[in-house]
């Protein structure tokens, strides 16, 4: 039987909306229950409801009240983690979200591969910070540091973390070692293990910190 997810789709352009919706149909054998908005007044009245299991929202629905938004969750305990879809441009917003933790940014033309891989995520429990999130949020967010083994890494796990510093994507990352993409996914997954972070941002940085890369 499969599990009913209740989501709330916040975005202002009707079409993208519909689009957003369309995808969660069909989203790894789940029942999803769609509840559409098109202003930040309505996520705040439904979020602080508590009935529901996500919220993708375009920060262009929330504008300005996104911050508000994550405050107020985090004041009112709701555990209902956020996708917000945006241009990963903002930096104040970025770590602002990464210091409320139950959140993920996708940028506007990201593909279907990673818009599933990030509500995966939030249903697991995880943040998910996209590629170019990754980046403005690695320049302007500084993470405490921390103590890795880095002999527990192996020469390709090594080769992986490298090239991602270098702002290559994960599938420029796999052309260029000729490996899937999948294979580096789960390289990077390895990584983040070891450096017991929860977010790929979090271990650049540390490993910029501690001199593992440059």
Known sequence: ???????????????????????????????????????????????????????ISDTDCVDSSTVDILNLVRQNGV??????????????LLKDAYAYGHVGFVHSDCGLEEFNKAIGALL???????????????RKTKFPPSKIDYSALTNREREVLRLSSLEL????????????????????????AKFKSRTWVGVIQTAIKQGLIH
């Open 1 to 55: 039987m499969k599990k009913r997810l209740n989501v709330i789709v916040a975005n202002q352009n009707y079409f993208i909306q519909q689009g957003v919706i369309h995808i969660l149909g069909s989203y790894a054998n789940k029942e999803v229950n769609t509840t559409p908005v098109q202003n930040d007044k309505d996520v705040t009245m439904l979020i602080t409801s508590n009935k529901y299991d996500l919220v």
């Open 79 to 92: 555990a209902t983690p956020m996708l917000f879809i945006s241009n990963c441009d903002d930096a104040h």
């Open 124 to 138: 697991k429990g995880d943040s998910y910070y996209s590629h170019e999130a990754s980046v403005v949020l690695l």
């Open 169 to 192: 994507t994960t599938p420029e990352i796999a052309e260029r070692l000729h490996l899937s993409v999948r294979t580096v996914e789960g390289y990077k997954s390895k990584i983040k």
